[in-house]
């Protein structure tokens, strides 16, 4: 094994002149994980191809907006998935009415607003990119929130949230402008009318309602897309 | 053997007593949730105990609380023994223990009230964010400054791998954490979409790097050889090993991002560096059981070599594991599935409790100066916490292959064999059920090694005597 054995001598000799300098050990160490740190995560916001934008994708309403947050708040993401992945199986499952022609995955630009991005990591339960097409009911989603195992049948384990459509689960114009102007300030296009048509847009709705609305828009804008193509 | 003088051995003690507090608290919400996913209304129909605020709870009491006090723990007690020096300032370590022990306190109210960022692993919102900043930056200014006063010369491979750690977590945790705060209690990431999940997953795999990985493999390189009174194996393959793994982890990320609209490049890049972590990751494996092979004898009566054996092949079976799923083949089977889940806890479970386990049976009777109260109740944990796991992957493995496979089995004509996603999910009960029984058993195990030490502590002062560990002279090999 000499082959390794004489960079392997080399490198050891190099290296361990550092193990008695605690300053040059360090920093050497912060420029070894530096290096790959810069070369994924710079360059991804300076290529065009990075998001290619789509057309039709707007900023979320008001009402969807507060759905969103309670999405988050909930921990929605933490059993539901929103990344539908280009495999024809995975493609048949959650675009089964073909509203997005012959590529019903997930692309770059719809997600070109999410602050955070909510793609998840587990798929406890399905998944909720496209929901919009798959199940576009309001009172579907409010009666199944309320009671899954009724809707769903027996078998579901999704924990109900009977507590977001109670009376006092009203919205607060006031936060949601907030929450609004703060993602302005990180790049959403909200404008002056978006933020004063906030309290209008509320008006008598529940959390549990501005749920069901963000749920309605998963998917919408991008399908609007394929729709026009046609 | 009396130390007490030169070193602070408060600090350490405490961050043991948190480590035990944080644990128990993670992994008896990591067991409730785990039969929720079988019993949904275990959840008790109120929002503060629903799975979706849970989950983050366990994920970071376990990280954040009980692995992160480990390390504290283990730092605190290492670095004072290799520089010969005490602790640069007693002061700033008292204000550490006390901000961090708020911060963990905070998140587990916080997190059952639904205040949250929706990143994972990241999710305690920026006031607490800011706080963790405060006291890790108090931290490593005492630990670097101990490390500039030092006695000894030489900086011994344990530190090394803490040095790593250190330097490391706060630019992963500040540049993933970046929001704008929008209330005391919300906030948004500044990224969007994919930059963000870029982003998080970078900082995502590499806490599993630089909180579970590095600082173990510190307290291995410690903690191993002092136990069985022998030098590490080879210290040219710690060099190799240490530089290869720190440098080639920080690209991993995107592994977690396999066939998502991130760019492709990112993507290949990603796998690539997986499957090259694999070499580094088993160089820090052999090492510790060559280290081994020096004390072989004893490992059928020492439950502290029972439990760091178990812990490196552990180390050795996930650090096999993740490569393996970061293939993109693998990963269109595995993602998103329990597979997963199993693969990670292999990992904490395995590696980091068992490691967690050992340095503690180890430390408690020397700082408390006296023996273990009960070797044998140690050999139990070792044998119930091994069980769970086993029983946990198991399970894991069997659910989240069926799961993966029932979502892509399509009939002769193409068409989904099982379109009804409750019908699957029907199928995977039982091994979920059986996960919960696998935390059951890893929960006892913990309530053992609880009552072991309060045992021990009860007799403190009563003189502790080290047990020779080493392979006599002419003893059969």
């Known amino acids: 094994m000499k082959i390794f054995d004489v960079p392997l001598t080399w490198f050891e000799k190099f290296a361990s002149k550092w193990e008695s300098d605690g300053v040059k050990f360090s920093v050497y160490t912060f420029i070894a994980i530096l290096i790959g740190g810069l070369f994924e995560l710079i360059p991804p916001f300076f290529l065009s191809q990075t998001v290619v934008p789509i057309t039709t994708v707007q900023p979320f309403t008001p009402l969807e907006l507060a759905g969103r947050d309670i999405y988050q708040k909930e921990g929605c993401n933490n059993c539901h998935t929103q990344m539908i992945r280009p495999f024809k199986w995975e493609v048949d499952r959650f675009d089964p009415q073909k509203a997005y022609g012959t590529d019903g995955y997930s692309k770059a630009g719809e997600s070109q607003y999410e602050h955070p991005f909510l793609w998840g990591s587990k798929r406890t339960g399905p998944d909720l990119a496209h929901e919009s097409q798959i199940q576009p009911s309001a009172q579907w989603h409010k009666d199944h929130l309320i009671d899954p195992r009724k809707i769903s049948g027996p078998g579901s384990i999704m924990p109900a949230y009977p507590w977001l459509f109670e009376k006092d689960a009203t919205l607060d114009a006031a936060s949601i402008q907030n929450h609004m102007e703060g993602l302005m300030v990180v790049g959403v296009p909200y404008t002056k009318s978006d933020l004063d048509s906030v309290p209008t847009s509320i008006q008598g709705k529940t959390e549990g309602d501005a749920l069901v609305a963000y749920l309605l828009r998963l998917g919408k804008d991008s399908a609007e897309l394929s729709k026009s193509i046609k | ?477």
Do not use: C
């Not at chain 2, 993602?335 to 386990?357: A, E, Q």
């Open chain 2, 1 to 477: 053997m009396s130390t007490s003088t030169k070193y602070n051995d408060w600090i350490v003690k405490g961050f043991i007593i948190s480590a035990i507090i944080w644990g128990l608290a993670s992994m008896l919400v990591g067991v409730w949730i785990a039969f929720q996913l079988v019993y949904p209304e275990l959840n008790f129909n109120l929002p503060y105990f629903s799975f979706g605020r849970l989950r983050p709870l366990h994920t970071n009491a376990a990280i954040f609380g009980f692995a992160l006090s480990i390390i504290f723990a283990t730092a605190y007690y290492m670095i004072q023994r290799l520089t010969k020096i005490r602790i640069w300032s007693d002061k700033l370590a008292g204000i550490h223990f006390v901000l961090y022990n708020l911060t963990i306190a905070l998140a587990a109210i916080t997190l059952p009230l639904g205040m949250n960022q929706s990143k994972e692993y990241a999710e305690l919102e920026w006031p607490l964010d800011i706080l963790i900043v405060i006291w890790f930056v108090i931290f490593i200014v005492n630990f670097f400054a101990t490390i500039a006063f030092r006695e000894e010369k030489q900086m011994y491979a344990a530190i090394w791998f803490y040095i790593a750690s250190f330097v490391t977590v706060p630019l992963l945790f500040v540049v993933n954490n970046l929001a704008i705060p929008v209330g005391l209690t919300k906030s948004y990431s500044i990224y969007a979409g994919v930059y963000d999940a870029n982003i998080q997953w970078w900082y995502g795999h590499n806490a599993v790097a630089f909180v579970l990985t590095t600082p173990f493999l510190g307290l291995m390189y410690y903690f191993f050889p002092k136990h069985i009174n022998q030098p590490i194996y080879s210290h040219r393959l710690s060099i190799i090993h240490f530089w290869s793994l720190i440098f080639v982890y920080i690209w991993a990320g995107p592994h977690h991002l396999l066939y998502s609209p991130i760019p492709d490049w990112l993507q290949t890049t990603g796998m690539v560096f997986s499957i090259m972590l694999w070499m580094p990751s088993w160089g820090g494996m052999l090492n510790g059981f060559l280290t081994l092979t020096q004390a072989k004898e004893k490992i059928k009566t020492d439950a502290i070599l029972k439990m760091m054996l178990v812990g490196i092949t552990f180390y050795g079976m996930s650090t096999f594991e993740g490569p393996l799923l970061s293939i993109r083949t693998i990963s269109s089977l595995g993602h998103n599935t329990d597979w997963i889940v199993g693969h990670v806890h292999s990992g904490t479970l395995g590696w980091v409790g068992m490691m967690s386990f050992a340095a503690i049976y180890y430390m408690v009777p020397r700082l408390w100066n006296t023996n273990l109260y009960s070797e044998k109740l140690a050999n139990t944990h070792f044998w119930l916490a091994t069980l769970g796991i086993l029983l946990y992957i198991v399970s894991m493995w069997v659910s989240g292959i069926t799961e993966g496979s029932m979502w892509r089995a399509v009939d002769e004509k193409g068409f989904l064999l099982y379109p009804n996603w409750v019908a699957i999910t029907e199928v995977l009960k039982p091994f979920r059920f059986f996960r919960g029984v696998a935390g059951v058993l890893y929960f006892a195990g913990l309530v053992t090694l609880v009552y072991n030490v309060i045992k021990t502590i009860q007799t403190a002062g009563s003189g502790f005597q080290a047990v020779d560990l080493r392979v006599k002279e002419g003893a059969s090999k």
